[in-house]
């Protein structure tokens, strides 16, 4: 028993940096319907920014992460305008095509200019510490995770119900034509997003980093989000974080009882399952379209 | 009177179809202006090369707002000039509350006072709409949907307001109502240009009417004239002389006409 409920807080744990980069995923998803295969590479460089501020400048830790995630807004909104934008006349495939080649790029950059080798992230908590609740471990990184993707939701909640940003961009996403005859310039909110987007990721990013650092540390989080998304319906932020939570849980108990080895494919074939049965995703909310 | 907008022989293209072939209009200040004529004669094109929404076009021809020239401008900086424009089929946003709707209305405004004041106009006109303040506007019915969408286009404060087939899927009562608003609308100082498929009912609030026909107006005039013309009265409000054993004179006489 007490087995269990460890690994329910573990996948818990690990659920957090999930829902963070799903919700990353479906903002972008929203406005543009572009599965963005870069998030996770666009956090990756904020996350290498952040290193390079503390260990090459010698930044304290309060300037070095604030500072790079500002970077990370910036990089959602340079990307966004200077390589989505000039896509001529997208149809969706190649602007998914455009992210996968992003990621490329962006990947190659970090291993180019920091070298491939696994980096330790001078964080200013150690992922070794933890706290002992009754029986249960868990470390203050977790807690900290978990504590920044509930901030992240309760902001990007209030965000979209009442600010007139966030609602733009839902207008945006909902009907673009109408969003400019409402005067929105639907250019600049996709901007927006793809900035909001980036600095969800990096924070996810941040919060990885001190247990693994190396150009290759986001494929397996990213993925995950993905899939936490796509259980979610991809449009959903609640459901991304639903799906995020539940894929966590479900590795670890997978992987405590059934086998360690297949762990991290485990979140693959829960997908499979859930696109058989429903394949609109757990919180996709089906509006008909009158004719 | 002065000229509001005035369209200066635009001619726009889809691609290659060839849909405005050189119209002109000009709207007065306070009036409200008709275009009325048949499917596909592009009446709605006119409109949306008005507000910029068709890429690159319109192609020849210049299109004047207060003096200024507008064509080939942005849409949203169309709109900030005092342009509004209810588009066919009412395009609400689904998924936004009624409220939000007339908010996003608002988008282009800063004063929350006066944002405030249209609220409750809106709401003084479409009292159903203050009903379903925080209903998703999907779940409205057509006629709510296209008050909505009017609203919203008010909410903007516009000096021209660009209908485009307000009538269209409505029962005849709720179209009555429309149109009374419509005038309403207009007798507080917003000019209208409607596009309109019922004629009767557009003639019967319009000053002015024109008829566009394959991409090019074929006649202009006062209301009053336009409902006496025995050709418009054939051809668009449905009244005949003689029976229709004539349909093929009738067909003919219209291509002269053109």
Same mark, same amino acid.
């Given at each position: 028993?007490?087995?269990?409920?460890?690994?329910?807080?573990?996948?818990?744990?690990?659920?957090?940096?999930?829902?963070?980069?799903?919700?990353?995923?479906?903002?972008?998803?929203?406005?543009?319907?572009?599965?963005?295969?870069?998030?996770?590479?666009?956090?990756?460089?904020?996350?290498?920014?952040?290193?390079?501020?503390?260990?090459?400048?010698?930044?304290?830790?309060?300037?070095?992460?604030?500072?790079?995630?500002?970077?990370?807004?910036?990089?959602?909104?340079?990307?966004?305008?200077?390589?989505?934008?000039?896509?001529?006349?997208?149809?969706?495939?190649?602007?998914?095509?455009?992210?996968?080649?992003?990621?490329?790029?962006?990947?190659?950059?970090?291993?180019?200019?920091?070298?491939?080798?696994?980096?330790?992230?001078?964080?200013?908590?150690?992922?070794?510490?933890?706290?002992?609740?009754?029986?249960?471990?868990?470390?203050?990184?977790?807690?900290?995770?978990?504590?920044?993707?509930?901030?992240?939701?309760?902001?990007?909640?209030?965000?979209?119900?009442?600010?007139?940003?966030?609602?733009?961009?839902?207008?945006?996403?909902?009907?673009?034509?109408?969003?400019?005859?409402?005067?929105?310039?639907?250019?600049?909110?996709?901007?927006?997003?793809?900035?909001?987007?980036?600095?969800?990721?990096?924070?996810?990013?941040?919060?990885?980093?001190?247990?693994?650092?190396?150009?290759?540390?986001?494929?397996?989080?990213?993925?995950?989000?993905?899939?936490?998304?796509?259980?979610?319906?991809?449009?959903?932020?609640?459901?991304?974080?639903?799906?995020?939570?539940?894929?966590?849980?479900?590795?670890?108990?997978?992987?405590?009882?059934?086998?360690?080895?297949?762990?991290?494919?485990?979140?693959?074939?829960?997908?499979?399952?859930?696109?058989?049965?429903?394949?609109?995703?757990?919180?996709?909310?089906?509006?008909?379209?009158?004719? | 009177?002065?000229?509001?907008?005035?369209?200066?022989?635009?001619?726009?293209?889809?691609?290659?179809?060839?849909?405005?072939?050189?119209?002109?209009?000009?709207?007065?200040?306070?009036?409200?202006?008709?275009? /009325?004529?048949?499917?596909?004669? &592009?009446? +709605?094109?006119? !409109?949306?090369?008005?507000?910029?929404? =068709?890429?690159? *076009?319109?192609?020849?021809?210049?299109?004047?707002?207060?003096?200024?020239?507008?064509?080939?401008?942005?849409?949203?900086?169309?709109?900030?000039?005092?342009?509004?424009?209810?588009?066919?089929?009412?395009?609400?946003?689904?998924?936004?509350?009624?409220?939000?709707?007339?908010?996003?209305?608002?988008?282009?405004?800063?004063?929350?006072?006066?944002?405030?004041?249209?609220?409750?106009?809106?709401?003084?006109?479409?009292?159903?709409?203050?009903?379903?303040?925080?209903?998703?506007?999907?779940?409205?019915?057509?006629?709510?949907?296209?008050?909505?969408?009017?609203?919203?286009?008010?909410?903007?404060?516009?000096?021209?307001?660009? /209908?485009?087939?307000?009538?269209? &899927?409505? +029962?005849?009562? !709720?179209?009555?109502?429309?149109?009374? =608003?419509?005038? *309403?609308?207009?007798?507080?100082?917003?000019?209208?240009?409607?596009?309109?498929?019922?004629?009767?009912?557009?003639?019967?609030?319009?000053?002015?009417?024109?008829?566009?026909?394959?991409?090019?107006?074929?006649?202009?005039?006062?209301?009053?004239?336009?409902?006496?013309?025995?050709?418009?009265?054939?051809?668009?409000?449905?009244?005949?002389?003689?029976?229709?054993?004539?349909?093929?004179?009738?067909?003919?006489?219209?291509?002269?006409?053109?």
């Amino acid at each position: 028993m007490i087995d269990f409920i460890q690994m329910l807080i573990n996948g818990v744990a690990v659920g957090s940096s999930y829902a963070l980069l799903g919700i990353a995923m479906v903002i972008i998803y929203k406005t543009s319907e572009v599965p963005n295969f870069a998030q996770g590479e666009m956090a990756l460089i904020s996350t290498y920014v952040a290193y390079m501020l503390l260990e090459q400048y010698q930044f304290p830790s309060y300037m070095a992460f604030p500072l790079s995630l500002v970077f990370a807004v910036v990089l959602g909104c340079v990307l966004e305008f200077t390589v989505l934008r000039r896509a001529k006349a997208p149809s969706v495939l190649g602007m998914i095509i455009i992210t996968i080649g992003l990621e490329m790029i962006l990947m190659g950059l970090v291993s180019w200019k920091f070298g491939a080798e696994q980096k330790s992230m001078p964080f200013p908590i150690s992922p070794y510490d933890s706290v002992m609740f009754g029986d249960f471990f868990v470390s203050t990184l977790e807690i900290l995770t978990l504590v920044v993707a509930l901030c992240a939701m309760i902001v990007l909640f209030l965000f979209f119900r009442y600010s007139r940003l966030g609602m733009a961009m839902k207008a945006t996403q909902q009907n673009p034509v109408a969003a400019r005859i409402m005067g929105i310039r639907t250019r600049r909110i996709l901007m927006a997003t793809w900035g909001i987007s980036s600095l969800v990721g990096a924070s996810a990013g941040l919060l990885i980093s001190p247990v693994i650092m190396q150009p290759y540390m986001m494929w397996d989080p990213m993925l995950k989000g993905f899939a936490a998304a796509v259980m979610g319906g991809m449009t959903s932020l609640p459901g991304a974080v639903f799906g995020a939570y539940l894929l966590g849980i479900i590795e670890n108990l997978f992987g405590g009882y059934i086998s360690i080895e297949f762990k991290s494919v485990v979140a693959f074939v829960v997908i499979v399952l859930m696109l058989c049965i429903r394949p609109s995703g757990l919180f996709a909310r089906h509006y008909v379209k009158k004719v | 009177m002065n000229p509001l907008l005035e369209i200066r022989n635009i001619e726009t293209y889809y691609d290659l179809i060839y849909a405005i072939r050189g119209a002109s209009l000009t709207v007065m200040e306070g009036s409200v202006t008709a275009i /009325l004529g048949n499917n596909g004669a &592009g009446k +709605s094109t006119i !409109l949306k090369t008005l507000m910029g929404l =068709i890429e690159d *076009q319109p192609d020849k021809g210049s299109i004047l707002f207060e003096g200024q020239s507008i064509d080939g401008r942005d849409t949203e900086d169309i709109v900030r000039r005092g342009i509004s424009y209810v588009p066919e089929g009412r395009e609400v946003f689904e998924e936004l509350s009624v409220r939000e709707n007339l908010l996003m209305g608002a988008y282009v405004r800063r004063d929350r006072d006066g944002i405030r004041q249209d609220f409750e106009r809106v709401y003084d006109y479409f009292p159903i709409l203050a009903n379903r303040t925080h209903q998703w506007a999907g779940t409205l019915s057509g006629g709510e949907q296209q008050m909505l969408a009017i609203g919203r286009a008010l909410m903007s404060r516009p000096k021209l307001l660009c /209908l485009d087939e307000p009538s269209l &899927g409505l +029962s005849p009562l !709720l179209v009555k109502e429309i149109f009374r =608003i419509i005038t *309403q609308i207009n007798t507080e100082g917003v000019t209208i240009l409607l596009v309109e498929q019922n004629a009767r009912m557009a003639l019967n609030i319009a000053d002015m009417g024109l008829i566009l026909e394959n991409g090019r107006f074929v006649m202009k005039g006062s209301s009053q004239e336009l409902l006496n013309d025995p050709n418009v009265k054939e051809f668009y409000l449905g009244m005949q002389d003689e029976s229709s054993a004539k349909g093929y004179q009738r067909w003919k006489r219209k291509r002269r006409w053109r």
